[in-house]
């Protein structure tokens, strides 16, 4: 049994700065590349940013500049640095991680940003 839990979620004004953690615990051999997402009301989830098990990441267009994914192996959590938000990012944020053999995800946390 494997599980994901987001903390740093909440309301913040427009150009702030909220950072995101998710703890993956339970049966972990291994974990390869670890992800955020977001899914706003009305609109389908998408690919927030992720890290690679190596480092490397990748960020959707949206995001770029702004936001900040990153990872500490040895505690198997992953982080989102969330800078200069705007009331577009508002959204629930939800963490997933390749735990082989399963991709898991965890709860969700809401981010709200107030114009």
């Known amino acids: 049994q494997v599980q994901l839990v987001e903390s740093g979620g909440g309301l913040v004004q427009a150009g702030g700065s909220l950072r995101l953690s998710c703890a993956a615990s339970g049966s972990i051999f291994s974990i390869n590349a670890m992800g955020w997402y977001r899914q706003a009301p009305g609109k389908q989830r998408e690919l927030v940013a992720a890290?690679?098990?190596?480092?490397?990441?990748n960020y959707a267009d949206s995001v770029k500049g702004r936001f900040t994914i990153s990872r500490d192996n040895a505690k198997n959590t992953v982080y989102l640095q969330m800078n200069s938000l705007k009331p577009e990012d508002t959204a629930v944020y939800y963490c997933?991680?390749?735990?082989?053999?399963?991709?898991?995800w965890g709860q969700g946390t809401q981010v709200t940003v107030s114009s």
């Open positions: 890290i690679t098990s190596g480092g490397s990441t």
């Open positions: 997933n991680a390749d735990i082989p053999p399963r991709l898991a």
